[in-house]
């Protein structure tokens, strides 16, 4: 346990020495219908927000954006996708490129061993003004219970999630780039 919080203390402090490595599948955002909004609203919460594909500086960019309430047992917002085919066997992890309003937000991947709604694996980046890029290995994302393994593994992986999640706040953050390497 406490190597874990130690690999996800050192993704979010320095860029990793992996940078130089490939991304080895890119998910595109700007493909219609591809990325969907879901809210806490599917369980009787109170967040309210929007997902939409943008142009900036002539490139499609996903915004998340909206207002993150915990009241009646709520608490998110997110823009999702399912994958056509898993990543490589031999992926490492996760690669965002994102800017946004210095908040906290997640990756959340589903894989075949999340059958239930509230089952996901998550990993956390914090975001600023500037674009920068994320790498998330897949030994960062904790599971959402004790019924699934301890690490996701590439090949089984069917969703990527970006959610603003597990407090109140104002949420926007735009995405360039997410894939794996």
Avoid at 29 to 47: A, C, I
Avoid at 69 to 76: K, V
Wanted: with cysteine; hydrophobic share 40%.
């Amino acid at each position: 346990m406490f190597g874990r919080a130690l690999i996800a203390a050192a993704c979010l402090l320095w860029p990793m020495a992996s940078q130089a490595q490939e991304v080895s599948m890119r998910l595109p955002l700007s493909e219609p219908g591809r990325w969907t909004y879901v809210g806490d609203t599917v369980m009787g919460g109170v967040s309210q927000g929007a997902a939409r594909v943008e142009s900036q500086a002539g490139q499609p960019v996903l915004r998340l954006t909206g207002e993150v309430s915990t009241a009646n047992n709520g608490g998110f917002i997110q823009t999702r996708t399912r994958l056509d085919t898993a990543p490589p066997v031999d992926a490492s992890g996760v690669v965002i490129e994102a800017r946004g309003n210095d908040q906290r937000y997640f990756v959340h991947l589903r894989t075949t061993g999340t059958s239930l709604p509230w089952q996901y694996y998550q990993a956390a980046f914090d975001v600023t003004s500037d674009w920068r890029e994320y790498r998330l290995p897949f030994e960062a994302f904790k599971p959402s219970g004790n019924l699934l393994r301890d690490v996701p593994e590439a090949d089984s992986i069917r969703s990527v999630g970006i959610v603003a999640f597990g407090r109140d706040h104002k949420a926007d953050i735009s995405v360039r780039l997410v894939g794996f390497y």
